[in-house]
């Protein structure tokens, strides 16, 4: 859900904390201090007069002063502020009930204690299908951040991590190529880890501004454009719909490769290994530098390999760049574009009616749904509340095995010749009401949003006039 949207929902009180931290950001003079200035001269009273959409416009305009405020609470050591972020920022999690999130919260930890074990005794044992060198790398990597935490102490000081110390481990972190769960792992088997109370938890959260929290209807909030923000943070560079999406055109044995490299389990199915892939926070540029590739591969043959990747499979052409990591980034920011315009793809009518389809042909597909994003609803099968979540069509068509797709083709005369998902939304685009929906934005010249829908609507238009 928008930022926008969410602060209409919300009362004064609720909001704020989040006020608070922006206005003492345009306090401190930042980057985008004239272009703020505008927006507030048109009100004598100061940012809590503003509306709401100005609001969302300067939070962009310091979303860069706001993440290093964000940074700075990482150096609490006991804040937990990792695992929480990476349960607020999953597809599906950014409008969750105070007890649905509990949950999440505790099976969290569980999950965590559960995996030090685990790590510690295959480190302490040496039984593993890592190899020395990765165990060489964990116990590098473990014993580095035992000094940096510990050395406090012997110097009667409380234990912590200094910005200094934790930039290096970050650094060194990277360097062995270790997964966001494996850096986790390791460091909460130094660091101490307990359950704290889930209120106590939220309104940690909400204090440094990364959550809204309703009293009125126990509800928690995170805002579309907040939730990249704290991407970027935990240095996720696409979201796990658009990972997925990519993990999914691998054949088995590269995913095998990579869960082998990051002692995921491959006995595991074809989307276990993928969905275990996404959860150990393994980086996307890292997977497409490296991870994908046997041993020996040329930069050349790398190249080569992502860009009938990106135009077989991905079905985007002439990705720019002329290095390997240029065309990543390039890859990195079609995903992110993706993500951040508005449009459905699809009118919304052709959407309500793709959802009621699929309901009827693939009965499970609705629970399917609802565990895969940790939606709290039963009936999530629905465009306005899938909307809310940021889950568009091709989101959920990601979703459905191939023979579920071939049986829902087949049962709906959808056109069987080329991409399944693409002959799917063509389907169901519904031409009419997309240029009924777009009828405003005509009227009203909205020539930005006019320009992202130009296809579409030249394709809706010539549509009508030939049925006419």
Avoid at 20 to 39: A, L, M, R, Y
Avoid at 47 to 66: A, R, T, W
Avoid at 153 to 169: C, F, H, P, Q, V
Avoid at 416 to 431: S, V
């Amino acid at each position: 859900m928008k930022l926008e949207k969410i602060l209409d929902k919300l009362g004064s009180l609720e909001k704020n904390s989040f006020i608070k931290i922006v206005d003492n950001i345009i306090s401190k003079q930042p980057k985008n201090i004239k272009e703020i200035e505008k927006i507030l001269s048109a009100t004598d009273k100061g940012l809590k007069s503003v509306d709401n959409q100005n609001i969302s416009k300067i939070f962009l305009l310091i979303s860069d002063e706001f993440a290093e405020c964000i940074h700075s609470e990482f150096q609490e050591a006991s804040s937990q502020l990792d695992i929480l972020i990476d349960i607020i920022i999953r597809d599906g999690n950014c409008i969750m009930r105070q007890d649905w999130f509990s949950r999440l919260y505790e099976k969290e930890i569980k999950n965590l204690k559960n995996g030090i074990k685990n790590l510690e005794s295959e480190l302490k044992e040496g039984k593993s299908e890592l190899g020395d060198a990765r165990i060489r790398d964990y116990k590098i990597y473990k014993s580095c951040l035992h000094t940096a935490y510990n050395n406090d102490i012997g110097n009667n000081r409380d234990a912590k991590i200094s910005s200094d110390e934790l930039s290096i481990i970050l650094t060194l972190a990277r360097q062995l190529e270790l997964s966001q769960e494996e850096v986790k792992l390791i460091n909460y088997s130094i660091l101490p880890i307990k359950k704290f109370e889930i209120q106590e938890v939220i309104n940690s959260l909400k204090n440094i501004g990364v959550i809204f929290y309703s009293k009125k209807d126990s509800t928690i909030y995170v805002a579309d454009e907040m939730v990249r923000l704290l991407r970027k943070i935990r240095e996720k560079e696409v979201a796990n719909k658009f990972y997925r999406r990519t993990l999914k055109l691998l054949r088995e044995p590269i995913i095998n490769q990579i869960a082998k490299r990051h002692n995921i389990n491959r006995k595991l199915s074809y989307s276990e290994k993928i969905e275990e892939i996404l959860k150990e926070g393994i980086s996307f540029s890292g997977l497409l530098t490296n991870d994908i590739y046997k041993e020996g591969t040329t930069l050349t043959e790398k190249k080569k390999t992502l860009n009938e990747l990106c135009e077989n499979s991905l079905n985007i052409k002439n990705l720019r760049g002329s290095t390997l990591e240029d065309k990543i980034f390039s890859l990195i920011e079609y995903f992110e574009n993706v993500e951040n315009d508005e449009k459905v793809g699809i009118s919304l009518d052709g959407f309500e009616r793709l959802l009621t389809e699929l309901n009827i042909t693939l009965p499970k597909f609705n629970n399917q749904i609802k565990n895969q994003f940790e939606l709290q609803d039963e009936n999530v099968l629905r465009a306005d509340y899938l909307l809310d979540y940021n889950i568009k069509p091709r989101d959920l068509l990601d979703l459905i095995q191939k023979p579920d797709m071939v049986e829902f083709i087949k049962e709906n005369g959808i056109k069987q010749r080329g991409d399944d998902i693409l002959n799917i939304l063509e389907h169901y685009k519904d031409t009419e009401n997309l240029y009924l929906e777009n009828y405003e934005n005509v009227g009203y010249r909205n020539l930005n949003l006019l320009k992202r829908m130009v296809s579409p609507l030249k394709k809706a238009n010539w549509e009508l006039n030939s049925k006419n």
